[in-house]
């Protein structure tokens, strides 16, 4: 167990370590192109919330599995408001339903690491209505078919014992 528990300790040392000397990188690289200012790399910050969650849940497995849910919460909004930025904002009015699909992604994940059934009633919640108000947004029913086969799919082989 103590071994189990030094290679997590590892694990977790290594993560943080290549973090934080890409982290390093991208400050160097800036002083060539500055592209790191405030007003564009804020939703950076939400990552800084996310690297203690992921540490503890490297570090404690199973355990802290419940952790997943926040970590993807704050990198799909990281990744989503750098591309809402980059777009000047011009496509907020079209994927506001990211907003539902976050927290969906997030159960999602735990699902697939803890496989509780449970937790797959709020994900397809949340991606659910995410997909069918895209499918309204955009006028054709693409994100909730496809959404739809997803779900079944993930039911049906969820459903197989190994």
Same mark, same amino acid.
């Given at each position: 167990?103590?071994?189990?528990?030094?290679?997590?300790?590892? @694990?977790?040392?290594?993560?943080?370590?290549?973090?934080?000397? @890409?982290?390093?990188?991208?400050?160097?690289?800036?002083?060539?192109?500055?592209?790191?200012?405030?007003?564009?790399?804020?939703?950076?910050?939400?990552?800084?919330?996310?690297?203690?969650?992921? *540490?503890?849940?490297?570090?404690?497995?199973?355990?802290?599995?419940?952790?997943? *849910?926040?970590?993807?919460? @704050?990198?799909?909004?990281?990744?989503?408001?750098?591309?809402?930025?980059?777009?000047?904002?011009?496509?907020?009015?079209?994927?506001?339903?990211?907003?539902?699909? +976050?927290?969906?992604?997030?159960?999602?994940?735990?699902?697939?690491?803890?496989?509780?059934?449970?937790?797959? *009633?709020?994900?397809?919640?949340?991606?659910?209505? +995410?997909?069918?108000?895209?499918?309204?947004?955009?006028?054709?029913? @693409?994100?909730? +078919?496809?959404?739809?086969?997803?779900?079944?799919?993930?039911?049906?082989?969820?459903?197989?014992?190994?």
């Amino acid at each position: 167990m103590a071994e189990k528990m030094d290679r997590r300790a590892r @694990l977790a040392a290594l993560a943080g370590g290549v973090f934080l000397a @890409l982290l390093g990188v991208l400050f160097l690289l800036n002083n060539f192109h500055h592209f790191l200012n405030a007003r564009r790399s804020w939703p950076l910050f939400l990552l800084i919330p996310a690297i203690p969650l992921a *540490v503890h849940w490297l570090e404690r497995g199973r355990l802290a599995a419940g952790t997943v *849910v926040p970590i993807t919460i @704050l990198v799909f909004y990281c990744g989503y408001f750098l591309w809402l930025i980059h777009t000047n904002w011009a496509g907020i009015g079209t994927t506001w339903p990211n907003f539902l699909i +976050g927290p969906g992604l997030g159960f999602l994940l735990l699902y697939f690491i803890e496989r509780r059934r449970g937790v797959l *009633v709020p994900a397809f919640i949340l991606l659910g209505l +995410g997909a069918a108000f895209f499918s309204g947004l955009f006028g054709n029913s @693409l994100p909730l +078919g496809a959404f739809l086969v997803l779900a079944g799919a993930i039911l049906v082989l969820g459903s197989w014992k190994k």
